[in-house]
């Protein structure tokens, strides 16, 4: 395939295209480097469909965008319905039921999901389209990205920023962003900020006590959420920063947070600002019907 691929490209005088042999499951590929994936009926022949998409989302851009045409179960199909509509290896009895596509993209990170049935390929199966787009409506942070203290004025973008990290399923085991009182209620006031880029909220950092004994006064938790239009362009790690010159300044010397496994970003973020992972607690809670671990994470300052 890939000897006809190169001659139909030779023959067409198409001298920028290129063929690489890899696997869909681990795509040969730096991070970051790919404006669009298209797939052509493929994916539904893997095994490994949640790879394949946190795959497809390692090599995106930030605003990249994946285009999907395939065959599509209905969610409601049994795995030994599946099989028997020949829906994939994927679908072998005995499995745990695969999550729907839509839960596997959003858990893979991606946003502005939209699927569109097309023709029917059998009882509840259907051909489908997937386009995925995220929206890049921020510009660039530029020069003009600052770090204010958080106040009541922000609340309705934090909370917007909030609930747009809930949605995507990888961010927390919150299911809905509670109403500011309750927000501002559970957060120490001392260490919350957000990051202004062109005049408006692109994300939010906030630590709440770990607990009220005294010997866990210098420990805080965290969370860090960026505006999914402006990922990508060092904001998280500016409010990390920001949280971490705050938490140090008050003498607490110790960061703490959990990241479910599958938030890539979100743990390599965390990294890159110091944090070192401290253990994973496996099913340690259910989120959405499924069991989900929890990497914990901590970052001392050098100062212990
Ligand atoms: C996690 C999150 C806060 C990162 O914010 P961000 O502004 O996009 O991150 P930054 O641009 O500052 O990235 C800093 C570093 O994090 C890492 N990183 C960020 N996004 C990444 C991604 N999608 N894949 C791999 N690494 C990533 C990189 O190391 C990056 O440094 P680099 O650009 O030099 O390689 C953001 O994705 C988010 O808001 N997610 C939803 C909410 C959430 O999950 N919060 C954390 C809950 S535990």
């Given at each position: ?48 469909r949640p790879?394949?998409f ?21 969610d ?20 745990p039921p695969s999550p729907s596509t839509a839960t596997s993209l959003t858990r893979a ?60 399923g ?118 959405h019907g499924l ?14």
């Amino acid at each position: 395939m890939l000897d006809l691929a190169r001659a139909n490209a030779r023959a067409a005088g198409a001298g920028n295209a290129e063929f690489l042999d890899g696997q869909i499951e681990a795509i040969p590929l730096p991070d970051r480097s790919v404006d669009v994936i298209i797939s052509n009926c493929v994916i539904n022949l893997s095994t490994d469909r949640p790879a394949v998409f946190a795959e497809s989302f390692r090599v995106l851009r930030p605003g990249g965008r994946l285009g999907i045409t395939d065959i599509l179960a209905e969610d409601h199909l049994t795995p030994a319905e599946r099989l028997e509509r020949g829906a994939g290896p994927a679908a072998s009895p005995g499995r745990p039921p695969s999550p729907s596509t839509a839960t596997s993209l959003t858990r893979a990170g991606f946003t502005d999901i939209t699927i569109t049935p097309a023709q029917q390929a059998g009882a509840g199966l259907h051909s489908a389209i997937i386009p995925r787009r995220q929206a890049l409506t921020m510009p660039s942070p530029g020069a003009d990205a600052r770090i204010e203290p958080m106040t009541g004025g922000h609340a309705d973008a934090v909370l917007a920023i909030y609930q747009a990290g809930i949605d995507e399923g990888n961010a927390t085991f919150e299911t809905r962003a509670p109403d500011w009182a309750v927000f501002t209620a559970a957060r120490l006031p001392a260490h919350r900020y957000v990051a202004i880029t062109h005049g408006r909220v692109a994300g939010w950092v906030a630590a709440s006590a770990t607990s009220g004994r005294c010997v866990y006064a210098g420990v805080v938790e965290h969370s860090v959420y960026v505006h999914p239009a402006a990922r990508g362009r060092g904001i998280g790690y500016l409010l990390l920063d920001a949280l971490i010159a705050s938490t140090e300044a008050a003498g607490n010397l110790d960061i703490q947070s959990g990241i479910f496994p599958e938030n890539i970003a979100s743990l390599a973020l965390h990294q890159a600002a110091g944090f070192r992972v401290v253990g994973t607690r496996e099913r340690i809670g259910r989120h959405h019907g499924l069991w989900r671990d929890v990497v914990l994470i901590e970052r001392r300052s050098p100062a212990v």
